[in-house]
């Protein structure tokens, strides 16, 4: 898997992370896409230039979200942690 599909994935499991309810369905991630949470209600997605030069400006400030982030909602602002969440939604520190 290239460096770009990697970040990618990560991104995009942000922000479905960010803007879903916990669901054991499959995410359908594709490779070329940026998805971008922009605020409150403001969800993008937009396909990439794929060329060589817009992924290492993209990465040069890209940070590697570590397993078992959960990320939620609070007040209007988006939140990430460490732990994880069970299939009823209660939250537990690893």
Do not use: C, Q
């Not at 479905?16 to 896409?33: C, L, N, Q, R």
């Not at 993008?44 to 817009?54: G, L």
């Amino acid at each position: 898997m290239t460096k770009l599909s990697k970040t990618l994935i990560a991104t995009a499991g942000f922000v479905v992370i960010a803007t879903s309810a916990f669901s054991e369905a499959t995410w359908d991630f594709k490779a070329g896409m940026a998805y971008m949470y922009g605020g409150p209600g403001k969800m993008s997605a937009m396909a990439m230039t794929p060329a060589e030069k817009n992924h290492e400006a993209m990465m040069k400030n890209a940070k590697k979200v570590p397993e078992n982030t959960v990320f939620f909602m609070d007040n209007g602002s988006l939140y990430s942690t460490s732990g994880r969440l069970d299939p009823t939604g209660n939250f537990y520190v690893n």
